[in-house]
């Protein structure tokens, strides 16, 4: 039987990836002591690897699909397809950037500054390569984690994935440039992309998570409105597409849906109440497929 390898990425990406997974239908679990989840579809079989491993892992068909960066795809110069992006981080839903930083008052204040310097970081290659292309030559090293706390005793600057800035401030470095931005990206083995079976596998895992990380920020509306109202209450409603309008049992009335941002549901929601609008109910959107 034909099976989909799914590498899920162990560490500060495994708690959001299973969420979005989850809000996908597909309800995928851990046990502390496996790194072989089980996840209830029975096409897809589930390893739990490190991200920076797994472009290397569906590259080398050890697995058909994989989560990881764009920065841990290009580091390690990994040959796969890529299936989509899906845009989420460690701590929310939006792009992480790699950056050189150095200590707050380093004489540093750009990246030819660091001629002859030198830098720690994970990403090494994407790092020399962008410094090569600068025509900078500096010192780069391997670092093994807590980047953040060797500068400047040990090292002159780093080279560091951050999502808010906030732990390079909490460190007291400052940012003199950004390398790249990454996404969390979908990747294939290009091999298996080529069976037909699989091929439409993968695109169907990739279609319900995009509906479900597109899904993430909004909420549904419904509401009742007298038809007098209607007009000038459509001016307000900033919905996806034109709001779905139902005839109810009393003629001068109508219901309206709407799917919305969730973060202006509570700027909204009294403005309603000014139209004469009643039954108001909000609920939460697993998928929203387009």
């Known amino acids: 039987m034909k099976k989909i390898k799914l590498g899920i990425p162990k560490g500060s990406l495994q708690e959001i990836t299973l969420a979005l997974f989850k809000k996908a239908g597909f309800n995928i679990h851990i046990n502390d002591r496996s790194y072989k989840p089980t996840i209830d579809d029975e096409d897809i079989e589930c390893l739990l690897i490190r991200v920076q491993e797994i472009p290397r892992y569906v590259a080398d068909k050890v697995l058909d699909l994989g989560l990881?960066?764009?920065?841990?795809?290009?580091?390690?110069?990994?040959?796969?397809?890529?299936i989509t992006d899906l845009i989420y981080a460690k701590q929310g839903y939006g792009k992480v950037k790699l950056v050189i930083a150095v200590a707050k008052n380093s004489n540093i204040k750009s990246i030819q500054d660091l001629e002859g310097k030198r830098i720690?970081?994970?990403?090494?290659?994407?790092?020399?390569d962008f410094l090569e292309k600068n025509k900078v030559n500096a010192e780069i090293e391997f670092s093994w984690g807590a980047t953040e706390v060797k500068v400047p005793e040990l090292v002159?600057?780093?080279?560091e994935l951050t999502e808010t800035g906030s732990s390079l401030k909490a460190n007291k470095l400052r940012i003199i440039e950004t390398i790249m931005e990454s996404t969390t990206k979908l990747i294939a083995n290009k091999e298996s992309m080529k069976d037909k079976w699989k091929n439409k596998k993968?695109?169907?895992?990739?279609?319900?998570?995009?509906?479900a990380l597109l899904a993430e920020k909004k909420v549904g509306l419904k509401m009742n409105v007298e038809k007098k109202n209607v007009d000038r209450l459509l001016k307000l409603l900033p919905a996806l597409k034109k709001p779905t309008i139902s005839e109810?049992?009393?003629k001068d009335w109508v219901a309206i849906e709407i799917i919305i941002d969730e973060k202006i549901v509570r700027e909204i929601i009294p403005e309603l109440k000014t139209f004469g609008v009643q039954g108001i109910v909000e609920y939460p959107i697993n998928k929203i497929i387009e």
Do not use: Q, Y
Request: aromatic share 2%.
């Open 68 to 82: 990881s960066g764009k920065d841990w795809i290009t580091e390690t110069n990994a040959d796969v397809e890529e």
């Open 120 to 128: 720690a970081t994970e990403l090494v290659n994407v790092t020399r």
């Open 202 to 211: 993968i695109r169907g895992i990739a279609l319900l998570l995009e509906g």
């Open 156 to 159: 002159d600057a780093i080279a």
């Open 248 to 250: 109810l049992s009393d």
